[in-house]
């Protein structure tokens, strides 16, 4: 197939332009940078099967050529609003990824008679009442809160697909992706996994906000983007989780890395800190998953933290 990929210079981006590629398609990656990485497609410069192209999605998108599948990757992703890269500094940028952004590329995925593929969230869930969440949860999100820009993009980028799906009769698929961590996530990210290992390789006690009993399910990316790629492959319209059933605390969490990297520094706790409209738990239901992709995540925690503390090392310059 011939793909276009956006957000391609992004974490989850780039490790699926790296899939896609070994599965023998041509990639047409697209992003403007604002969140993404340009390190992440060096090692992809000269492959003839990639290309690349430098845009803002919330504009009119022009390729040149036939397109057999459009996968909507490009959106600001971290919660963390002490990042630079954090939705919560990038509002309007969000809001714009997930309506305009949405509409640009389903259009031309119909123009094309293209499959489609939306990068969607967990965050659909909000601060969930069920546990663990299936995708025919509601969700229990603040429409306003300061985490909303991207909560509600989301979810307006899912009912858009769906009245695509319905009433232009598109090619849609949805994949709603739990807490995701590997290599290429930026060093000032926010999110925990980078934050919690930098600490730890420089000798400091890890931050936790709050009382650190808040929950989530880490999916390493390898599983992550098969997952991807075998719902692109489907014929699945309605969302799919896709992410790590194994639940374990931010404070179980802070102390395995602790241990994988040697760190003895400990934990700082911040209990007046918690992020606002943080989820207290997060783990997906993967029945669907399992039932109709014959997906479930095979990496296990230790084995995916331990690639990712190598990959950051190297970032550092500590190796």
Same mark, same amino acid.
């Given at each position: 197939?011939?793909?276009? *990929?956006?957000?391609?210079?992004?974490?989850?981006?780039?490790h699926?332009?790296d899939?896609?590629?070994?599965?023998?398609?041509e #990639? #047409?990656?697209?992003?403007?940078?604002?969140?993404?990485?340009?390190?992440?497609? #060096?090692?992809?410069v000269?492959?003839?099967?990639f290309?690349? $192209? +430098?845009? !803002? &999605?919330?504009?009119?998108?022009?390729?040149?050529?036939? /397109?057999?599948?459009? /996968?909507?990757f490009?959106?600001?992703?971290?919660?963390?609003?002490?990042s630079?890269?954090?939705y919560?500094? /990038?509002?309007?940028?969000?809001?714009?990824?997930?309506? *305009?952004?949405?509409?640009?590329?389903?259009d031309?995925?119909?123009?094309?008679?293209?499959?489609?593929?939306?990068?969607?969230?967990?965050?659909?869930?909000?601060?969930?009442?069920?546990?663990?969440? @299936?995708?025919?949860?509601?969700?229990?999100?603040?429409?306003?809160?300061? +985490?909303?820009?991207?909560?509600? %993009? @989301? =979810?307006?980028?899912?009912?858009?697909?769906?009245?695509?799906?319905r009433?232009?009769?598109?090619?849609?698929?949805?994949?709603r992706i739990f807490?995701?961590?590997?290599? =290429?996530?930026?060093?000032d990210?926010?999110?925990?996994?980078?934050?919690? $290992?930098?600490? %730890? *390789? =420089?000798?400091?006690?890890?931050? &936790?906000?709050? !009382?650190?009993?808040?929950?989530?399910?880490?999916?390493?990316?390898?599983d992550l &983007?098969?997952?991807?790629? +075998?719902?692109?492959?489907?014929?699945?319209?309605?969302p799919?989780?896709i992410g790590?059933?194994?639940e374990?605390? &931010?404070l179980?969490f %802070?102390?395995?890395?602790?241990?994988?990297?040697?760190?003895t520094?400990? *934990?700082?706790?911040?209990?007046?800190?918690?992020?606002?409209?943080?989820?207290? =738990?997060?783990?997906?239901?993967?029945? +669907?998953?399992?039932?109709? /992709?014959?997906w479930?995540?095979?990496? !296990?925690?230790?084995?995916?933290?331990?690639?990712?503390?190598?990959?950051? @090392?190297? @970032?550092?310059?500590?190796?």
């Amino acid at each position: 197939m011939r793909i276009l *990929l956006t957000g391609a210079a992004g974490f989850l981006g780039s490790h699926l332009c790296d899939l896609l590629l070994a599965k023998g398609h041509e #990639v #047409v990656g697209m992003d403007n940078f604002v969140t993404g990485n340009r390190e992440n497609l #060096v090692h992809l410069v000269r492959n003839k099967n990639f290309t690349f $192209i +430098r845009h !803002d &999605i919330t504009e009119t998108i022009t390729v040149r050529g036939k /397109l057999d599948a459009v /996968l909507h990757f490009a959106s600001p992703a971290s919660p963390n609003p002490a990042s630079p890269f954090g939705y919560p500094n /990038l509002p309007v940028e969000t809001l714009k990824a997930g309506s *305009l952004g949405t509409f640009n590329t389903l259009d031309l995925a119909l123009v094309n008679q293209a499959r489609y593929l939306f990068a969607s969230t967990s965050e659909i869930y909000g601060d969930p009442l069920e546990h663990p969440q @299936k995708e025919n949860y509601w969700g229990h999100v603040d429409p306003i809160g300061l +985490r909303s820009m991207y909560d509600e %993009a @989301k =979810r307006f980028s899912e009912a858009l697909i769906m009245a695509y799906f319905r009433s232009k009769n598109a090619d849609t698929r949805i994949a709603r992706i739990f807490n995701t961590f590997g290599p =290429r996530m930026r060093l000032d990210d926010g999110r925990v996994v980078p934050n919690f $290992i930098q600490q %730890a *390789l =420089r000798s400091e006690p890890l931050t &936790i906000y709050g !009382d650190g009993l808040q929950t989530r399910s880490f999916c390493y990316v390898d599983d992550l &983007i098969d997952g991807i790629y +075998r719902l692109l492959l489907s014929d699945e319209h309605l969302p799919v989780n896709i992410g790590n059933p194994t639940e374990i605390s &931010i404070l179980d969490f %802070a102390e395995t890395i602790n241990l994988f990297t040697g760190n003895t520094a400990g *934990l700082d706790y911040h209990p007046d800190l918690r992020l606002a409209n943080d989820p207290q =738990r997060r783990c997906p239901d993967i029945s +669907r998953a399992r039932l109709l /992709l014959g997906w479930e995540p095979k990496v !296990d925690l230790k084995d995916g933290l331990m690639s990712t503390i190598a990959s950051y @090392k190297d @970032k550092l310059g500590l190796q």
